[in-house]
């Protein structure tokens, strides 16, 4: 949550840092705001900051025809956590010699205390902010202590509880940044000329170089235009840094002619979940590869049971996943929201296997879940979509996704990159350990690597899927009933509809519908019933029966052919014929569509949704 850019180099600055704000709205989009070192004119420089309540384009509509040409530059776009999105609240934030500004990403717990002391020694706090404290505190120790900048951060660090990723710039260092991270995520682009670019994420970065640096947790970076980039932990021990490579491509995170980045994630699906698949099916030998599994083989064979830990639509994939490893493995699976899990004084096991899942691999509640698994003693195995995020460099061993950059704020390609990984993940394990016979095994392997086909085919149906969604643009509430593999489905559309359109939406086992939601059903109330042909098909029949009974306005998803479901209902969307347990990554996808076009027919603001954000850094 919230998004941090920092340009120096010898550009003019201010459309690096607002053109890489852009691509981190995702993040956070309340409020947004700039820092540059300006010359003053008199050969001098000085600190200009520009914020403003609103989104990137307010801010610059606010900033007009001003010429801000400083080569170096700090940018934030906001979530709020403390105190509500307006111009002050927004960042940089600066103290009172208006010499230092920063931008933050993350809590400072002890800030009330730290506000008291800076109080109490004269300073005078403007916003309601935790994050300003922190630059009182810099300054207050740099003029206290005679310190360097790097030093006077470090040792400001050093008095904060909480979560950080930060940068400071300093009119009287004006070819120096100073960037930290714990907890949040921040990553340093190597410029050729030299310059720097620092942010939450690669995606500003791509355009400029591929060459980064991923900070860890506790380490301050110092980046100075003729001195390089020079790292040292919170406690000072020099660090070697690790320059990696971007895998990253500029078209990867642009709407290629798609309205909305969510759409374009939608149409993806077919390549995404082949790029999640690819080098990891041999279909020749009938076989699978996750080096991840296979390298700690001892572990996976004898574990008594699998942990799944995960938040939002992760947690959906990770229901899924509970069926799916049950079904193939016969490891008793728990699926726990890792915001719960850390704070319950949960039991674990040392031969316990945890499954962190996580699209952006930052997700704060399941980092410090999975730290307490390790803890225990547990193996912790990440399924996470961002490459080197800190959920991935946290676990034992992990797979990632490859489903690319995912830049809408309602989850959707990721969704299905994970259900497709966490199921070769099932089936490899169920066969290495005799519990799944070799014949299913490689009719789901085979059936597994034409899924993109058939999810190609589903996508072919958006325009009836548009009109059903066209019948429902009204609608204050709505239902999505499946059991089995589709009770996470439901969960999924209805969170996806009510996250992007704002109506109030609820995923339940259809048999549980007639204890509590049965009532809500009158003529107005949209049903979604996930019924593709599978074991549950004529239960779930009776359920649409009961609700048609009950005057509800039916919507089924159902297997080509369909006939029973169909006949029952107002509306019907039909997906191809495949094995039950890989049906969620067919089924799931007209859920998605219809959120999409629902929320677009009610101009809702799909891909940055009121009050979200995507990468959750917030416990
Ligand atoms: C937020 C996002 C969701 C996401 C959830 C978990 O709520 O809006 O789309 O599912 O966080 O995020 P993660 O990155 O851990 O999958």
């Known amino acids: 949550m919230c998004g941090i850019v920092a340009y120096l180099g010898v550009k003019p600055a201010l459309p690096i840092v607002v053109g890489g704000l852009k691509r981190l709205e995702y993040r956070g989009y309340d409020s947004t705001g700039v820092a540059l070192i300006e010359s003053d ?11 403003k309540k609103g989104k990137v384009s307010d801010l610059m509509d606010y900033i007009g ?16 956590t403390h105190g509500p999105p307006n111009d002050i609240n927004a960042h940089p934030h600066r103290a009172e010699s208006n010499r230092i500004a920063l931008v933050h990403n993350g809590i400072i717990e002890n800030y009330t205390t730290i506000k008291e002391t800076l109080h109490n020694r004269g300073h005078a706090l403007l916003s309601d902010t935790d994050s300003e404290v922190l630059v009182h505190l810099i300054e207050e120790v740099m003029k206290s202590g005679g310190l360097t900048l790097f030093e006077a951060v470090r040792t400001a660090l050093n008095q904060v ?22 907890s949040s995520p921040l990553v340093i682009g190597l410029g050729e000329d030299g310059s720097f670019y620092v942010a939450s994420d690669a995606t500003p970065i791509i355009p400029y170089t591929k060459n980064v640096v991923y900070l860890n947790d506790e380490e301050i970076a110092s980046l100075e235009l003729d001195g390089g980039l020079r790292i040292r932990t919170t406690s000072n021990v020099k660090i070697t840094p690790q320059i990696q490579a971007l895998e990253l491509e500029i078209e990867s995170i642009e709407k ?8 374009k994630e939608i149409f993806e699906q077919p390549k995404s979940i082949r790029d999640s698949l690819r080098g990891r099916i041999d279909i020749k030998k009938g076989e699978i590869r996750m080096s991840g599994v296979d390298d700690h083989w001892e572990k996976w064979n004898n574990a008594s049971r699998i942990v799944i830990l995960a938040c939002g639509t992760s947690w959906h994939a990770g229901l899924v996943a509970e069926y799916l490893f049950e079904d193939y493995t016969r490891i008793p699976v728990e699926v726990e929201y890792a915001s719960e899990f850390r704070y319950r004084n949960p039991i674990v096991r040392a031969d316990d296997i945890v499954i962190a899942i996580s699209q952006s691999g930052e997700t704060a509640d399941t980092l410090a879940a999975i730290k307490t698994a390790k803890d225990a003693g547990a193996h912790v195995f990440s399924v996470c979509n961002v490459v080197g995020s800190s959920i991935s460099r946290e676990s034992h061993s992990g797979a990632y996704t490859h489903a690319g950059p995912e830049i809408g704020v309602a989850s959707t390609k990721a969704f299905t990159s994970q259900i497709s990984v966490l199921t070769l993940i099932a089936l490899h394990v169920g066969v290495k350990k005799g519990r799944l016979p070799k014949g ?3 009719r789901l392997l ?40 589709q009770f996470p489905v439901a969960l999924e559309g209805a969170l996806k509809l009510k996250e992007i359109s704002y109506i109030h939406a609820e995923g339940y086992p259809a048999a549980e519908m007639k204890h509590g939601p049965i009532a809500l059903i009158d003529e107005s109330l949209p049903v979604i019933f996930i019924a593709p042909k599978d074991d549950v098909y004529e239960k779930v029949v009776s359920n649409i029966q009961e609700v048609k009974a009950r005057g509800g306005r039916l919507v089924v998803v159902v297997t080509e052919g369909d006939k029973e479901a169909s006949a029952l209902a107002d509306y ?48």
């Open 572 to 619: 019907v969307i039909k997906v191809p014929k495949c094995a039950p347990s890989l049906s969620p990554l067919l089924t799931s996808i007209p859920l998605q569509l219809l959120s999409y076009k629902i929320a677009v027919l009610r101009g809702c603001n799909v891909d940055q949704p009121r009050n979200l954000a995507k990468s959750v850094t917030v416990e």
């Open 256 to 263: 290629g002619g798609y309205e909305h980045f969510m759409l």
């Open 446 to 485: 085979n059936e597994l690597n034409g899924i993109p086909e058939l999810v190609e085919s589903v996508l072919k149906q958006v325009d009836v899927i548009y009109d059903v969604a066209a019948e429902f643009t009204e609608s204050n509430n709505a239902l999505y009933l499946g059991r089995g593999y």
């Open 65 to 80: 025809e001003e010429k801000l040409t400083g080569n170096v530059a700090i940018g934030h776009t906001r979530w709020a």
């Open 161 to 182: 509880v909480g979560a950080y990723a930060i940068v400071v710039i300093d009119k009287e260092n004006p070819t120096t940044l100073i960037a930290a991270r714990k």
């Open 41 to 51: 004119g008199k050969g001098g420089d000085e600190l200009v900051i520009r914020k």
């Open 440 to 442: 299913r095994f490689l």
